[in-house]
């Protein structure tokens, strides 16, 4: 099982910055990829942006391409989330989850299932 612990959420001014990160322990060697969903109120949650640990492949939803970047330290086990010029519409519960064996890069991305472990999440709110 992999435990995950996230920070780094705030509130923010439209077109500021916040970086995420997740802290991940446990089994993390066996982890397959790391994702960021989030969730606004009254929604569904949504895939972010994802990471393949074994190549550091990159992947992102169409909304935040170019103005959010996932990365990794495997030494620290810790994926960030970097988020520029934050938009209001970008308010929501932020979570990070770990895909522990080989899955699609369709469902990474699409997906809250496909992943097998949820931190608490973590919320940014992005005032206008």
């Known amino acids: 099982q992999v435990q995950l612990v996230e920070s780094g959420g705030g509130l923010v001014q439209a077109g500021g910055s916040l970086r995420l990160s997740c802290a991940a322990s446990?089994?993390?060697?066996?982890?397959?990829?790391m994702g960021w969903f989030r969730q606004a109120p009254g929604k569904e949650r949504e895939f972010v942006a994802a990471i393949r640990w074994s190549d550091g492949n990159t992947y992102y939803r169409d909304s935040v391409k170019g103005r959010f970047t996932i990365s990794r330290d495997n030494a620290r086990n810790t994926v960030y989330l970097q988020m520029n010029s934050l938009k209001p519409e970008d308010t929501a519960v932020y979570y990070c989850?770990?895909?522990?064996?080989?899955?699609?890069?369709?469902?990474?991305?699409?997906?809250?299932?496909?992943?097998?472990?949820w931190g608490q999440g973590t919320q940014v709110t992005v005032s206008s």
């Open positions: 989850a770990a895909c522990r064996s080989w899955s699609s890069i369709a469902l990474l991305t699409t997906t809250p299932d496909a992943y097998d472990s």
């Open positions: 446990g089994r993390t060697f066996s982890s397959y990829a």
